[in-house]
């Protein structure tokens, strides 16, 4: 794929390619192009959408817990059994499992992202065609359109109605009207007009290069469940080393045992503690998730995205691109005033041609009405179509010399309140057709008052294309808790019919953005009131989002234009379409490159599946890292050896967590997201850990009183060793819940590699395991019967007296 693109890149086809107007700079030439290439003057920018390979192996070897086993596995391979350095082993495997994941998910965001990338129309030897981002130089002539990004800084060289925003640098909220000389800065956006300006800063001297360096490379951050695994690490790693101290002291000075088996048991008691598989399988469902999202065409530009995604409350969609597909139909042309209708198609035609990147609504036009072959209309100045203004005009000179200036825009707000128009215009809306008012004026085009007094000409009745899938999307948000909350800058009747015949509650009750409070708390209570609300500019868009997450919302935006912008930058999550403008794109999260908003329940369900697993997994690691710390202080405190050998616990620890847990984080999960992940994790793990070790540690104890002799403490291990798998294997009998056939079966199989183990003389030597007689296995049994029970009972009454 990678090979392809950069084949298309370098070598553009014919109809990529287009001459530029004689009038206008030709660009550079190859020759020129080759010297800056030659020279290093390049656009070499920073990969948003993924970390080095270099960085991966680093990131998954380079631990703070690799470290600690890497310097226990050292002692155990110098005082040996190679059977007691089986941890080593296993964390090298779980090492290279999390690395290899993670180069495949690195390996699916970078072929995706090529796909996703913006590309440039450059001029060069006199013709103008797109390339890639990352093929622009110094001195280039790059032209602009609406939603396209600003990828260098440059100097503008011509300019028509160019106004850009820079509110994501600067925090200036109006646009700018930009003239031929003045600064452009990467990372602003066009929102109306075009223009062309020369790249003078490329690659990491752009401004906007500088500042996003690190905060748009491949991030973890953001996420709760790192940010709570990472809480959870630290008040391990407080809980480890006293306790590691205690094992350490007990076992090299008072016990009197020999000097390896000392140091064997007291590696025992310290590598249990450490949760080295919580990490990685966290990594690994990221990583997982992130490949499964990329067969369907969707980019996760940060990876907690997926996550973040799965926790919204509220999903805010743009009409346009969204609901419906960026393509329009001309329905019906309605003259007003006694205009001809012939007349009216010559204007609609002229207005088309002045514009040469027209948006949705006027490509319609243009497809409708081609312009006319009795002879050429010349366009003698333009005002560009913006979001915030919701119209668009022309001044024209007509074959006969006469000359007009043209309006064309939304009718609500070119014409004055009360015109009898507007009820013909409420009933279109009424049916999801979108209605353009084309009017005369005898305003200049750059006098503020120029949408004063019009003259009606016609009204253009457009005809919008549902998306299929939209319906059964906005269906399954509603099922699982999401409230749709329909934005647009079109009219508040047009939208709600829209809305309406896709089945959205409360679209009944459209809402005029113009008639909402400025005042945040007023307006986060209409939002709450409403579904669907229409004629928003850009700016409410980001205060509508501000306000809804100003009542504790988890706020989703989608969007595909320029007006969008502002509001995914600002959102919980922002998702852009990837037939969408630049700017959207390269703001938004996440990008569904197939433009389906039926992707994004795919979305939802792979943050689900990362959260409600990875929620079970930390479960199962935390429990044992809490019997580990309680049993290191109950034998530091009674003075006796630890009852385990490195070898006991990495059997038990692949039966009743690792394997299991690679399973169950990687597992289908509908639950949905809740927060507080730290709270909802311990509130099982500390009573789980507790009753575990302690039925381990009773066992322990019976043991030592009831064997005596030289070879008691391998019979009081094993005793203590069956007691642990039965209380670990039953916590991981109830994390498993609920049930489906391949749940029971991976538990039964655990269960079964542990009877192998005790059925196999060569397994029982290996492992050093060995149960003697039968009073003390039964009475291990039972011991651990109870705590099953006891386990039972708890872990309903900590769901009932602790609810998450």
């Known amino acids: 794929m990678t090979h392809r693109a950069q084949t298309e890149v370098n070598d553009p086809g014919p109809g990529d390619r287009r001459p530029v107007p004689e009038a206008a700079h030709p660009g550079l030439t190859s020759a020129e192009v080759a010297e800056r290439v030659a020279r290093g003057e390049v656009n070499d920018v920073p990969v948003r959408s993924s970390r080095s390979t270099v960085d991966i192996i680093r990131a998954n070897v380079f631990t703070r817990f690799n470290a600690i086993i890497g310097v226990l596995f050292a002692i155990i391979l110098v005082v040996g059994p190679i059977q007691d350095g089986l941890f080593g082993f296993v964390i090298v495997a779980n090492t290279g499992i999390g690395i290899v994941q993670e180069l495949r998910a690195k390996r699916t965001l970078d072929n995706l992202a090529v796909i996703g990338e913006a590309r440039p129309t450059v001029r060069r030897d006199g013709t103008a065609a797109e390339i890639a981002t990352s093929e622009v130089v110094l001195s280039d002539v790059i032209e602009l359109g609406p939603g396209d990004k600003v990828i260098v800084d440059g100097e503008v060289l011509e300019t028509d109605g160019l106004e850009i925003d820079e509110s994501l640098l600067t925090g200036e909220a109006d646009p700018l009207l930009k003239k031929p000389g003045e600064r452009m800065m990467s990372g602003s956006f066009v ?43 630290k008040y391990v790693t407080w809980m480890m080393v006293p306790t590691a101290l205690g094992l350490i002291l007990s076992h090299l000075f008072t016990l009197g045992l020999p000097g390896d088996e000392a140091i064997r048991r007291m590696v025992a008691g310290i590598v249990p503690m450490i949760p080295e598989g919580l990490v990685l399988l966290t990594s690994v469902a990221f990583a997982i998730g992130v490949i499964r999202l990329g067969r369907k065409q969707c980019l996760v530009q940060e990876l907690p995205a997926i996550e973040g995604l799965a926790r919204v409350d509220v999903v805010c969609l743009d009409k346009t691109g969204t609901l419906t597909e960026g393509g329009m139909d001309v329905r019906e042309l309605r003259p007003r005033n006694s205009a001809e209708e012939p007349y009216i198609r010559h204007v609609l035609a002229a207005l088309g041609a002045c514009d040469p ?39 024209l000179t007509a074959p006969d010399g006469d000359h007009t200036t043209w309006l064309l825009g939304a009718p609500d707000v070119l014409l004055p309140p009360g015109d009898h128009t507007l009820a013909e215009i409420d009933d279109l809306n009424a049916q999801g057709l979108r209605v353009l008012l ?8 750059d006098d503020p008052e120029v949408a004063r007094e019009v003259r009606p000409a016609a009204l253009v009745v457009l005809e919008q294309r549902l998306r299929p899938d939209a319906s059964d999307t906005l269906r399954y948000f509603a099922d699982q808790g999401v409230h749709a909350k329909v934005i647009s800058g079109d009219n508040a009747v047009s939208v709600g019919a829209v809305a309406a015949h896709l089945g959205l509650p409360g679209s009944d009750a459209p809402v005029d953005a113009r008639t909402l409070p400025t005042e945040p708390a007023a307006m986060s209570t209409a939002l709450d009131a409403g579904t669907v609300f229409g004629r928003v500019t850009p700016q409410q868009k980001r205060d509508m989002v501000t306000a809804l997450q100003s009542r504790g919302h988890n706020v989703a935006m989608t969007g595909d234009g320029v007006n969008d912008v502002l509001a995914l930058k600002d959102a919980d999550i922002g998702v852009s379409m990837g037939a969408g403008s630049e700017a959207t794109r390269a703001v938004a999260q996440i990008v569904l490159l197939n433009n389906s908003f039926a992707t994004l329940p795919s979305v939802v369900a792979e943050g689900r599946r990362v959260i409600g697993n990875i929620t079970r997994v930390a479960t199962l690691f935390l429990t044992k890292t809490v019997y580990s710390v309680l049993l290191a202080v109950l034998v530091a405190c009674w003075q006796i050896p630890y009852p385990y050998l490195p070898r006991h616990l990495t059997l038990l620890s692949t039966l009743t967590i690792g394997v299991p847990a690679f399973f169950l984080a990687l597992a289908p999960n509908k639950e949905r997201a809740r927060p507080h992940f730290v709270r909802r994790v311990m509130r099982y793990a ?47 009998t109830i994390i498993a819940r609920p049930y489906t056939w391949w749940r029971i079966a991976l538990v039964l ?56």
């Not at 752009?206 to 790192?226: G, I, M, P």
């Not at 084309?438 to 085009?445: P, S």
């Not at 590699?753 to 039968?774: E, K, N, Y």
């Open 686 to 732: 500390i009573p789980s850990g507790l009753i575990t070790g302690t039925a381990a540690f009773t066992t322990y104890l019976l043991a030592r009183h009831y064997y005596t002799g030289p070879g008691a403490l391998p019979a009081e291990t094993s005793a203590a060793t069956l007691t642990l798998f039965l209380a670990a294997i039953w916590v991981l």
């Open 191 to 233: 929102v109306a007009g075009s223009g062309a300006f020369t790249a003078t800063k490329v690659g990491r001297e752009a401004y906007a290069a500088q500042l996003a360096e690190e905060a748009s490379r491949f991030t973890l951050v953001h996420s709760e469940l790192r940010t709570g695994i990472s809480q959870i690490l």
């Open 438 to 445: 084309l009017a005369g004026t005898d305003q200049a085009l």
């Open 357 to 395: 990147r027209p948006n949705a609504s006027l490509q319609a036009i243009i497809n409708a009405y081609p312009a006319s072959p009795d002879g050429p209309w010349t366009c003698t100045s333009t005002l560009p179509f913006s979001s915030a203004r919701k119209y668009s005009g022309a001044s």
């Open 749 to 804: 199989t655990m269960g079964l590699g542990f009877v192998i183990v005790l059925a196999t003389p060569w397994l029982q030597r290996f492992f050093d395991l060995r149960l003697v007689g039968t009073t003390m296995p039964w009475a291990a049994v039972a011991i651990a019967a109870l705590a099953a029970v006891l386990l039972e009972i708890t872990w309903r009454w900590v769901g009932s007296r602790f609810p998450a």
